[in-house]
């Protein structure tokens, strides 16, 4: 064709003095093509101008009298999705703008401008790029393709795929159909596909960029596996698992560390997030984390087939309290997590709240580890260690100092009066005890004293018995 025309331009070029120029000009699907045509106006009579497209006659054209053609199978609904700007006619531009092109207005463009009985022709090819993607929307796991299409198809092209920019290294095949017009991907979807996906068309040393988006179907929350999540002991925390809307997973469940997590009855510790209805979302919440909760959870479930599973680290922290010997209630606060791979940073920040119940929050130091007195009242309230890393606050745990330092007094007092209460008291039952048995004691003897005038009277009436006996016999 470019061959012909050329022969054809240059037969008519030795014959009538007209140019043929062939312009190769690339746009991508949707956008807004330019067919440049420039001609030197060499009189001031305006040229007649007209454009054409191989097979499907004229696109538009211009007569000397500045009337203006459109062919009908240029407009939409009216409106011409070509035109050529009047503003730049004077500086002898003709260039043809087509808008939203698609792939059948590729082909062959010729422009003629004739003046003056001179007529100059320029040839242009248009080709327009797309780079398509099937499915559209792939779920992980399955087969997409990725095909990169020029129509016409330039002879000779080479062609490079780019993924986010850079050069793509095919873990599978890559097909490449010169013959119809097509260098196509075909991968399993996963998410190193994901983004931007350039098709780089190199052609008579240049190259020509078209791109699409590749989003794959799955568990978009968390995008990662072994992502971290972290919660304090006694806290609640949800292990998210978010599918693509849409998506509803079959059989979907949670395992922890390789074992089918099985809520216990009376104390289940993996539920299915209430507060999501979504059937999409697959959330777990466990609701008091303890310190032997942490470890890796397994979310999984099926779509068409596939299963589909997201690796979640739940990390645990807490703070252990200790008491330093040295010195007369100090104490060290130690911040522990059950992993610690991606903190970088430590803070321990005191909480506090005034009467009027308005919290204030005062960063004291770095470190993971805390020496605070027990004793000074400044130092009550809630301390929390917030642990970071690299892209900010990770977490944090809370210790509550108690009342110790007005306490610690008091206790001491307590001791010392409960002491001396005990000692009062032993003291107070000892002295009942010897009065007890100084009662015993009288009792005993006024029980002997009782005896003797028993035997008195005894003795008292037998003597009287013998008196009056005696009385008697006198008397008889
Ligand atoms: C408590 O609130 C009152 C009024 O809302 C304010 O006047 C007072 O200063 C506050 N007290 C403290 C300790 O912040
Ligand atoms: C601790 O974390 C909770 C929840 O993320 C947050 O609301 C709170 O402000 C944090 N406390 C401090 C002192 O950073």
């Known amino acids: 064709m470019l061959l012909e025309c050329c022969i054809f331009g240059m037969i008519t070029f030795l014959m009538t003095g007209a140019r043929c120029e062939v312009t190769e000009v690339f746009a991508e699907a949707g956008s807004e093509a330019i067919l440049p045509c420039k001609y030197d106006p060499t009189s001031l009579v305006p040229p007649a101008v007209k454009w054409s497209k191989a097979n499907k006659g004229t696109v538009w054209r211009k007569q000397r009298s500045g009337l ?25 531009d003709y260039g043809l703008q087509i808008n939203n092109v698609n792939e059948e207005d590729g082909g062959v463009y010729s422009c003629s401008v004739e003046a003056g009985g001179r007529e100059v022709e320029n040839v242009v090819y248009l080709r327009i790029m797309t780079v398509s993607i099937d499915p559209p929307v792939p ?20 062609v490079q795929w780019l993924l986010n920019n850079r050069p793509f290294v095919p873990q599978t095949r890559i ?42 179907k799955g568990i978009i929350q968390p995008p990662n596996d072994n992502t971290k999540v972290y919660a304090a002991v006694g806290s609640g925390v949800t292990l998210p698992c978010v599918f693509s809307p849409g998506l509803t997973p079959n059989l979907p469940v949670w395992k922890k560390a390789g074992s089918l997590f099985k809520p216990a009855p009376g104390h289940p510790p993996l539920s299915y997030s209430s507060s999501s209805q979504l059937p999409w979302d697959k959330s777990a919440s466990l609701k008091e984390v303890g310190f032997k909760d942490e470890g890796r959870y397994t979310c999984s479930g099926t779509i068409q087939g596939q299963i589909l599973t997201r690796t979640i680290q739940l990390v645990v922290a807490k703070i252990e309290s200790s008491i330093t010997s040295k010195k007369k209630g100090s104490m060290a606060l130690t911040c522990q997590l059950s992993d ?18 308005t919290q204030s929050v005062e960063s004291v130091q770095k470190g993971k580890i805390l020496n605070i007195s027990q004793e000074s009242e400044a130092n009550r309230g809630e301390w929390v260690c917030r642990f970071s890393g690299k892209e900010g606050i990770l977490g944090n745990v809370t210790y509550h100092v108690q009342l110790m330092s007005g306490v610690s007094g008091q206790k001491v007092t307590d001791v010392s009066h409960n002491t001396a209460t005990v000692v009062g008291l032993s003291f107070l039952l000892l002295v009942l005890l010897l009065i007890l048995a100084q009662m015993y004691k009288n009792h005993q003897r006024r029980k002997r004293i009782f005896q003797y005038p028993a035997l008195e009277t005894i003795v008292h009436t037998i003597s009287n018995e013998r008196e009056e006996r005696e009385r008697s016999r006198v008397k008889t």
């Open 68 to 92: 203006q053609y459109w062919g009908s199978s240029w407009t939409v609904n009216g409106t011409p999705r070509v035109k050529c700007p009047h503003s730049l006619f004077e500086k002898g």
């Open 139 to 158: 779920i992980w796991g399955k087969d997409v393709s990725v095909t990169c299409n020029v129509t016409p198809w330039p002879n000779g092209a080479s």
């Open 175 to 216: 097909t490449s159909y010169r013959d119809t017009s097509k260098s196509i991907v075909r991968e399993k979807a996963t998410v190193s596909l994901k983004g931007k996906w350039t098709c780089v068309v190199g052609f008579k040393g240049k190259e020509e960029h078209v791109s699409a988006t590749l989003s794959v």
């Open 340 to 357: 610690t791979s991606e903190v970088t940073n430590y803070e321990w920040v005191h909480v506090t709240y005034d009467l009027n119940g």
